[in-house]
């Protein structure tokens, strides 16, 4: 068993052995505190500890200072930089794009008897830094006495007050948590950590796409993206270094390095994060509300885009099509039997081999392929195209691609971290540090989008070619940072040929809300696989993004991966959670048309239409999601983060503003549910219920979800039934008003 249960190993890496040519250096009091351009810039001197799991002072070295920068932003955002070596504070990064409300405030230092506090020039306190020696009863000399800490207090917006976790320890020499520590190895700066106090009930959500339960206190998370390889795993392929506090506040870690955060878990009074960068830059985001926090973070990473209605469709898909004839059949039935349809996605099976991208049509399987595009079109059908960021070793632009460097050159073999389906060996991975490269891959996307396409599928991202040399950055950074730059080559391209900017991205870090829309990867078509699902995308939720799809009804089965079969139960009920997303895609690795479903095919087009009968006020909703810090779907705590109860709901959700949808995910069609403060309306039935309960045992036919309504809310609907959203004009759409006389949506 590797852990160990303390702090210098399990959190801090240190290895067991303790090998001498590492070095941990930790944070004492300040030396002193000055003003520079509005900032406040803070001496800390830095100790040496002895090699040893009981810390204590190396004093044969002498002390290293470096500058904590406090800068405050707006009303309620500060920033705290430790930079240490070469690292300098920027606001020059991908990750970034301040907006119009992001302005810097100026700070002034009030020195006191043994400390300093911070204000704005409105007279609030940001800041108090503490120099004063503790209060003594000394009775023993038993133990030694505690080092130096650095111990300060920052109050983003006033009130809320976040203090560096400076006492953090058993014994002054057994530490669980400290303040502010950077290390050395080989003679190199490469680790440092900042951590925070945090309370006993303190809960926490966000950090990506987290497949587990709404609270992740408890939890410790490497923040380092890879193929989630389903969705029911500690692994995630999206992973945002930020995290939403019950004490109203969240903290974006601006960083792309590989790192670790612990949320109250190694140690339970402290929020810790680890980066593999010799470098802090933390900006703490406090509100009043989760959508304020959210909007804050949104103001520093940047809003998202807002997708075309069409996308708001439903998209039909499978891994794979392989012809223009089966597609044309596939689509000619859809129209005939009136299942209404805005998008056909081609995967894997497009190219000259399967899986063998190389952004250009079978000729024999695809032998027109922009009539075939254009003939879709005509019928109402839009294209959206698989590839991925790598280049195979038998593609057609491999030499290319190797002789001017867009793939990123391999000083040797490595062995595959991805659930690649095929057994095609990757060359490399398209180097997006390099601008040559992207004009070269977009260029590829843009014959594509030139024939019709609308929609580029960019899969993986999330794993790159670490034994590679990037021109821009090492692998190591690149990593994380990938999945940013890799969307937004094709969105931008995209929105150039076609005017709409969307992709459909697996991979995310922060910044990629700006190129929506992402989906939640290779869930399994199982119960579980739906809960799993749904807490990836409630937490994505939380973490800044406002567009989130999933595989209906889940990619994969089981026990066999490509060849089970899907259960009715499962397709019916995943079908109902994809008309309450904000996007809809049917997509798996077998048959996912509704008529090889015939039990429950009626029911299901009859769910297509709901559907579209909802796109107004789906449409609506996202409007609003892109100039606010809202989600389309959203945990409970969005609108309710004083109920502790929601801080541990991860099965149910708001859509938008105005509904309350409690997914099935059991064949046995009964489940709990919680109604938070208000007055409800069942969607369907039209009965009426107070919150603030839980109504137990709730039987739902398999045609109906607990699906509720605010009472009195004004929901826009499309009055008629359509095809695809080129027969709508949202100017017909008509209200539904829930209020005495509402007796259900199909009655």
């Given amino acids: 068993m590797r852990p160990t249960n303390y702090h210098l190993f399990d959190f801090m890496d240190f290895d067991l052995e303790l090998s001498k040519n590492e070095s941990l250096w930790k944070a004492c009091k300040p030396t002193a505190v000055y003003e520079k351009d509005g900032d406040v810039y803070i001496t800390v001197p830095f100790q040496k500890q002895v090699l040893s799991n009981d810390m204590a002072a190396d004093t044969s070295v002498p002390r290293e200072e470096y500058t904590l920068i406090l800068r405050q932003y707006s009303n309620k955002i500060i920033r705290l930089f430790c930079g240490f070596g070469d690292w300098e504070m920027t606001d020059q990064s991908e990750m970034l794009q301040f907006s119009e409300r992001v302005q810097k405030l100026p700070l002034q230092v009030k020195a006191g008897d043994g400390e300093w506090t911070i204000y704005s020039a409105d007279g609030v306190r940001r800041a108090w830094i503490n120099v004063k020696e503790p209060k003594l009863d000394h009775w023993s000399d038993l133990l030694p006495a505690p080092q130096e800490t650095l111990d300060v207090v920052v109050y983003p917006d006033g009130k809320r007050e976040i203090h560096l976790a400076a006492y953090d320890h058993f014994s002054p020499p057994r530490y669980d948590g400290l303040p502010l520590v950077y290390c050395v190895k080989d003679g190199h700066k490469e680790r440092a950590t900042l951590s925070f106090e945090c309370k006993a009930d303190e809960c926490f959500a966000g950090t990506g796409e987290r497949f587990t339960k709404m609270d992740l206190s408890g939890h410790t998370f490497f923040l380092k993206n890879q193929d989630g390889q389903g969705v029911n795993n500690r692994r995630t392929y999206k992973n945002i270094p930020f995290y939403l506090s019950s004490r109203m506040y969240g903290t974006f870690y601006h960083t792309c390095a590989h790192s670790k955060l612990s ?141 001017n460097d867009y793939i990123a050159p391999l000083t040797k073999q490595q062995a595959s971290e991805g659930s690649n389906f095929s057994a095609l060996d990757y060359a490399g991975t398209i180097d997006f540090t390099y601008p040559k490269a992207t004009e070269w891959y977009k260029g590829l996307l843009k014959n594509l989008l030139d024939m019709g396409v609308v929609c580029i ?291």
């Fill in 457 to 747: 599928k960019t899969d993986f991202g999330e794993n790159i070619h670490m034994d590679a040399k990037y021109k821009g950055m090492s692998p190591e950074l690149l990593n994380n940072l990938y999945a940013l730059l890799y969307q937004k080559a094709a969105y931008e391209v995209t929105k150039e040929v076609t005017g709409d900017g969307i992709v459909w991205a697996r991979a995310a870090w922060a910044g990629c809300q700006r190129y929506p829309l992402h989906w939640g990867g290779d869930s399994c078509s199982s119960w579980d696989g739906m809960a799993g699902s749904l807490k990836g995308g409630l937490h994505f939720g939380l973490s800044g993004f406002a567009f989130w799809s999933h595989d209906v009804p889940g990619f994969h089965t089981l026990p066999n991966f490509m060849n089970s079969i899907v259960d009715d139960k499962v397709y019916m009920r995943w079908t109902q959670f994809g008309v309450f997303s904000s996007h809809m895609r049917y997509h798996g690795t077998n048959k996912r048309e509704p008529w090889f479903y015939p039990a429950i095919a009626p029911m299901v087009k009859k769910w297509w239409k709901l559907r579209y009968k909802l796109l107004p006020y789906i449409y609506e909703q996202s409007k609003k999601a892109t100039h606010s810090g809202y989600a389309v779907l959203r945990a409970l705590i969005f609108e309710h983060p004083a109920d502790k109860m929601c801080w541990h709901i991860d099965d149910e959700y708001y859509f938008g503003d105005d509904f309350l949808v409690a997914p099935v995910m059991n064949s046995e069609d009964c489940r709990d549910v919680y109604l938070p403060e208000g007055e409800w309306v069942n969607f369907f039935t039209g009965e009426h219920f107070r919150g603030g309960q839980w109504l137990n045992g709730v039987k739902v036919p398999l045609d109906e979800m607990p699906v509720y309504v605010r009472e009195g809310a004004v929901i826009p609907v499309y009055p008629e039934d359509v095809d695809c959203t080129d027969e709508m004009d949202l100017d017909k759409s008509v209200a539904l008003k829930i209020d005495e006389h509402f007796r259900g949506i199909w009655k």
């Fill in 263 to 403: 949320l109250a878990h190694v140690s339970t009074r402290s929020v810790e994060f680890l980066s593999d960068q010799a470098m802090i830059d933390a900006f703490i985001i406090a509100g009043d509300t989760v959508e304020e926090i959210l909007r804050g973070y949104r103001d520093l990473t940047g809003y998202p885009s807002m997708p075309p209605l069409w996308s708001f469709g439903i998209w039909m898909s499978r891994m794979t099509y392989f012809s223009a004839d089966e597609v044309d059949e596939i689509c000619n039935r859809l129209r005939a039997e009136h299942y209404p349809c805005d998008v056909i996605h081609l995967d894997t099976g497009w190219f000259r081999t399967d899986w063998l991208c190389e952004w250009k049509f079978n000729e024999k399987r695809f032998p027109d392929p922009k009539g075939f595009i254009h003939g879709l079109k005509d019928k109402g059908f839009r294209v959206s195209l698989w590839q991925l960021p790598y280049v195979a070793e038998d593609a057609e632009q491999i030499d290319e691609a190797r002789k």
